[in-house]
């Protein structure tokens, strides 16, 4: 069983940045090479500096691909439309003041709060998880509970 979730737009951001360290990481063992060059290592600052470097990029490397171990992409289109789930735009409308927001529902990987992407794990998301169009729910949010309705579901990758 999965121990995590994606959407498939989160999946392809992770494996871009993935390939992009791979970029980073290729020339900074460039680095140490040319480094290596210029003759003793014991006192040779720029070789440090770039042996540092190849040694973070590869932790940060480790992390990235350890992270898609046991990751599942969910495909909002293999989903009921009607229900809200990971990879599922919704639009509430605050039953208090009337102010509507939509929000992207996914995974619990990269999240891209500037865009909306909410992770399902938030207490928002949560509390989301399952419910149709025309419910009012209470959710619990940090600043208390908050009651929505939920006014529409789409897909979202």
């Given at each position: 069983m999965a121990s995590n979730y994606m959407t498939k737009g989160q999946y392809d951001r992770h494996r871009e940045q993935i390939r992009a360290l791979e970029d980073r990481l290729s020339e900074a063992r460039h680095k140490v090479g040319e480094a290596a060059k210029h003759g003793d290592l014991s006192e040779n600052a720029e070789y440090d500096a770039a042996r540092e470097e190849v040694e973070f990029l590869t932790g940060r490397y480790q992390e990235l691909e350890g992270a898609l171990v046991g990751m599942q992409i969910i495909d909002s289109r293999r989903t009921d439309p009607a229900l809200i789930t990971i990879g599922k735009s919704v639009t509430l409308r605050d039953t208090a003041t009337g102010?509507?927001?939509?929000?992207?529902?996914?995974?619990?990987?990269?999240?891209?709060?500037?865009?909306?992407?909410?992770?399902?794990?938030?207490?928002?998301?949560?509390?989301?998880?399952?419910?149709?169009?025309?419910?009012t729910v209470t959710v619990p949010v940090p600043e208390g509970l908050r009651t929505v309705e939920v006014v529409s579901i789409g897909t979202y990758d």
């Open positions: 102010a509507e927001s939509t929000y992207h529902v996914v995974g619990g990987g990269w999240v891209d709060a500037a865009s909306g992407e909410i992770s399902y794990r938030a207490p928002l998301a949560a509390g989301l998880i399952g419910r149709r169009a025309g419910e």
